[in-house]
């Protein structure tokens, strides 16, 4: 599996910006695909997940501002980042976890970063 993230760059408080990211390879539709994001001496956090089917999860810091949508035909999952907070600056990262319940193993798969910088 690999994947390929594009759309960071920067904008000023309040704006938007949208990141996608291909998957390619062997991707299931029980795939867990999202985003992640790491800010200069912080720990990588969770930002947004979608399962295959369309269920959702976000980070409390960004409910209402963002949205994530997975398109499963092209591979490709969205982040709509509305109302921009320089919080919000970051390295953001696609992930890909393929999860087997039964055995409780878990593979991660990671893309590359894309630069997000949210100026006041």
């Known amino acids: 599996v690999q994947l390929q993230a594009s759309g960071g760059g920067s904008v000023q408080a309040g704006g938007s910006l949208r990141l996608s990211c291909a998957a390619s390879?062997?991707?299931?539709?029980?795939?867990?695909m999202g985003w992640f994001r790491q800010a200069p001496g912080k720990q990588r956090e969770l930002v947004a997940v979608?399962?295959?089917?369309?269920?959702?999860r976000y980070a409390d810091s960004v409910k209402g501002r963002f949205t994530i949508s997975r398109d499963n035909a092209k591979n490709t999952v969205y982040l709509q980042m509305n109302s921009l907070k320089p919080e919000d600056t970051a390295v953001y990262y696609c992930?890909?976890?393929?999860?087997?319940?039964?055995?409780?193993?878990?593979?991660?798969?990671w893309g590359r970063g894309t630069q997000v910088t949210v100026s006041s």
């Open positions: 992930n890909l976890a393929r999860i087997n319940a039964v055995a409780q193993e878990r593979w991660d798969y």
């Open positions: 979608i399962t295959g089917g369309g269920s959702t």
């Open positions: 390879g062997s991707i299931f539709s029980t795939d867990v």
